[in-house]
Every structure is written in C-alpha cells, then in structure tokens.
T-cell receptor, first 110, second 114 residues
Framework: DAKTTQPNSMESNEEEPVHLPCNHSTISGTDYIHWYRQLPSQGPEYVIHGLTSNVNNRMASLAIAEDRKSSTLILHRATLRDAAVYYCILRISGTYKYIFGTGTRLKVLA | EPEVTQTPSHQVTQMGQEVILRCVPISNHLYFYWYRQILGQKVEFLVSFYNNEISEKSEIFDDQFSVERPDGSNFTLKIRSTKLEDSAMYFC????????????FGNGTRLTVT
C-alpha cells in the first residue's frame, strides 16, 4: 500500500513560514503526491499536488525530493485561518483509492 | 468555482431506518467517492465509483451500503438499515482523473443515528 508518514502535530507563529514534512518511501513512479487540509467542521480541501518537480499555487508550495520518497508542504506566511489538519496522501497503485492517514495538526499562534 | 454539494447537511434517523445521502459532483468529473469520518477519528474511504459501477470498496462498505448515480448528476449513498455506529460525517468527492487530478470534497452530511 502507498503509505505516508507525517508528524502528529506542529506549531507555527502567525506570519511565519511553515514546512510540513511527509515521508512516502513506497511511492510508485507514476503517482502524484496530494496534499489536503481539513479545517474544523469542514470537508477535506485540496491544497496542492505534484509528480516530480516543485509546484506552486496561490495556497502553498510543494517541494518534492529528488528520489520522491518525501515531500514538504510550504505555507509561506501562516495565518490563523491555516490552523487545520494537513494530509499528505497517495493513490493506492492500480486503484482509484486514496487513503487518508492521521495527518499533521497545525496550530498557528498569534 | 464549481463545487461538490451535499444534502442534507444534517440527518437524524432512528436505528434500523434507511437513509439516502445525496451528492451533486462537479459536472465534468467522472470519478466519484464516498468517505466517512467518525467524530474525532480519521477520514475513512468507503467506495469509489466510475463508469456506473463500483471500482473499489472498503471493508466498511458491507451489504448495508449501496451507491447509485440515478440521473447523471446525482450520486447517492444508501444505508439500508442504520446502526448506531453509522453515526458520522459522510463526505462525497469527485475527480476528473484520479491519478493526476485532485479530489474535490463536499462539506459533508452529518448522520446521527439514535
């Protein structure tokens, strides 16, 4: 199975950058790395995804290691509204199935 | 921006009753999913659906559960005879092409079984 490992929790000060790590050593060569977040009482929200090279969008940046066994989600300036559980997930090879782990709970301090 | 919509937002039902949770996926998406989240626990995969049939299902998705795309726009999850342990948030998601495109989730239906 395509398993990911993330720290249970992290803290950041408001307006500072946050780097959320994810290990996915069993990733297959064609699988994209997806990041989602879940704010309190809401459904998971897409953040960013990538295959090999680093990706940027209006929400975040995704840095992917050269061997693709790990990635880092970068929030450039954390705000209080970024407090959420962040999930790094992979598709199970040969399926359409994405499995969520326990994610990283990000706390942003004012 | 198009979004996945789910109705109702909250459903209360008695144990043993049938419930149908409804979802309208994004219109050009082809892959559909149901996930659930018991309070305080992680998001769990239930089922994926493509080309009018189930692609994968989890162990949770037993004979009490069924999914349907009755009219080309709605995607429904039916629980035939609800149990107390079915109480959870149920999230619908859709995707254009799951390998390279993200899943878009609705805001969920909170199901409470009494």
């Amino acid at each position: 199975d395509a398993k990911t490992t993330q720290p249970n929790s992290m803290e950041s000060n408001e307006e500072e950058p946050v780097h959320l790590p994810c290990n996915h050593s069993t990733i297959s060569g064609t699988d994209y790395i997806h990041w989602y977040r879940q704010l309190p009482s809401q459904g998971p929200e897409y953040v960013i995804h990538g295959l090999t090279s680093n990706v940027n969008n209006r929400m975040a940046s995704l840095a992917i290691a050269e061997d693709r066994k790990s990635s880092t989600l970068i929030l450039h300036r954390a705000t209080l509204r970024d407090a959420a559980v962040y999930y790094c997930i992979l598709r199970i090879s040969g399926t359409y199935k994405y499995i969520f782990g326990t994610g990283t709970r990000l706390k942003v301090l004012a | 921006e198009p979004e996945v919509t789910q109705t109702p937002s909250h459903q209360v039902t008695q144990m043993g009753q049938e419930v149908i949770l409804r979802c309208v996926p994004i219109s050009n998406h082809l892959y559909f999913y149901w996930y659930r989240q018991i309070l305080g626990q992680k998001v769990e995969f239930l089922v994926s659906f493509y080309n009018n049939e189930i692609s994968e299902k989890s162990e949770i998705f037993d004979d009490q559960f069924s999914v349907e795309r009755p009219d080309g726009s709605n995607f429904t999850l039916k629980i035939r005879s609800t149990k107390l342990e079915d109480s959870a948030m149920y999230f619908c998601a859709s995707s254009e092409a799951p390998r390279r495109s993200p899943l878009h989730f609705g805001n969920g239906t909170r199901l409470t079984v009494t």
